[in-house]
């Protein structure tokens, strides 16, 4: 096919006009037929450098230093993260393992239902900020690595291994006292209600004007809370229909306000502190939180005890089929990184490379200790001399 100089004129200048075209799709690492491109690396780093608590904690910019020691740690965990992957895409692929919308659609109506409903997964993908179609491809990969992980043999539990584990591990299943509460939600927060203001390019609000802003806000939202309260006082049965009406907690306010049992340690201590002293089915008042003010009701008590193993049964069933599947994707792993042609086209992101820079950098911080303790390593594994 043929290609006109103006075509090629114009498709040159669209690369040097994005100034990223070539360089994303730059291959780094070749995969028997499979190409692992900048774009793909720079994707999956960015979302490790945001999900880090490491990270986070270090303060600053991971990128601009490239050969400091949390960097290269990211940097190698996601280029054994996308070389895995590929891996086992390509061993899905060849099993003929295929992953239809409904497939997904049904496991996400199932993680809805464990959850609690659409809006507390809305609210859970919203706080750890993945969006719906990031969240689908996840299920998508899921449920297609738990496919592939069935070839490799046997990952159902029976009862008898659920019931060994429990067993086992009865001290896990041991709990405080808890209470079971709901609650009504007036949300406010005075930091982010600043940011808020502050952010509108069209504030002309003065500092003294802005804080009056503020304290206006909170005081209409600590009535409203101290109104509904004192309705609920003379009839606590109108919780779940005030609840609808005026609650911003969407996670639990599709169950009627209802939070489940919980321990003290499980809410923040304003909360629980108010919750755990308060008589079942009553409304006795408002709590502020950082979250803003709440209007609640204790429904239940459970004394401390053990959770029956029936109860705890499909938990460990879903642990123990995660464990045996991890197990199993890794020998696949295994499996395929020996008959597989891998080529680093920028040797840079060798692993091998990336963990000698590492060991020049813990052999830095250390004043030699990494080199010592392999050497040492080295002669405990040496056959000794006769």
Do not use: W
Not at 76 to 85: A, C, G, T, Y
Not at 247 to 276: N, Y
Not at 303 to 315: C, I, Q, S, W, Y
Not at 344 to 355: A, G, K, M, T
Request: net charge neutral; glycine share 6%; proline share 3%.
């Amino acid at each position: 096919m043929k290609i006109s100089k103006i075509a090629v004129t114009l498709l040159l200048s669209s690369v040097l006009l994005t100034g990223c075209g070539l360089k994303s799709n730059q291959a780094l690492i070749k995969i028997n037929d499979t190409i692992i491109t900048q774009k793909d690396f720079d994707k999956l780093m960015d979302t490790q450098i945001s999900n880090s608590p490491l990270v986070q904690m270090s303060g600053g910019d991971l990128k601009k230093d490239k050969d400091g020691f949390l960097y290269l740690m990211t940097e190698q965990r996601v280029v054994n993260q996308l070389i895995i992957q590929s891996l086992l895409d390509q061993e899905a692929e060849a099993h003929g393992i295929k992953v239809s919308k409904d497939d997904v659609n049904q496991e996400i109506k199932n993680i809805m239902d464990k959850m609690g409903g659409k809006d507390r997964l809305m609210d859970a993908l919203k706080q750890n900020g993945i969006s719906i179609s990031q969240f689908k491809k996840d299920v998508e990969i899921q449920i297609r690595m738990r496919r592939l992980a069935a070839t490799a043999g046997k990952t159902e539990v029976s009862e008898k291994e659920a019931k060994d584990f429990y067993n086992k591990n009865i001290k896990q299943f041991k709990h405080g006292e808890q209470v079971r509460a709901s609650h009504i939600l007036i949300s406010f927060n005075a930091d982010q209600l600043k940011e808020e203001i502050t952010s509108d390019p069209k504030n002309k609000l003065t500092e003294e004007e802005i804080k009056a802003k503020i304290e206006k806000t909170e005081a209409e939202k600590k009535a409203l809370a101290e109104k509904i309260a004192e309705e609920l006082k003379a009839d606590t049965s109108k919780f779940a229909q005030y609840v609808k009406k005026y609650s911003e907690d969407p996670g639990s306010a599709e169950q009627g306000g209802d939070l489940g049992f919980f321990e003290k340690d499980r809410m923040v201590p304003e909360f629980s502190k108010a919750v755990f002293s308060a008589k079942p089915n009553t409304a006795p008042g408002v709590i502020k939180t950082p979250f803003g003010y709440h209007v609640f009701i204790v429904t239940d008590r459970m004394e401390a005890g053990t959770v029956p193993f029936e109860k705890a049964k499909a938990d460990i069933e879903a642990y123990l089929q995660n464990q045996k599947e991890v197990r199993a994707l890794d020998d696949i792993t295994q499996a395929a990184k020996k008959k597989a042609t891998i080529e680093f086209v920028d040797e840079s992101y060798n692993p091998e490379v990336i963990n000698k820079k590492l060991h020049n950098q813990v052999n830095d911080l250390t004043g030699g200790a990494k080199d010592k303790a392999d050497k040492a390593e080295a002669a405990k594994k040496a056959p000794a001399k006769k």
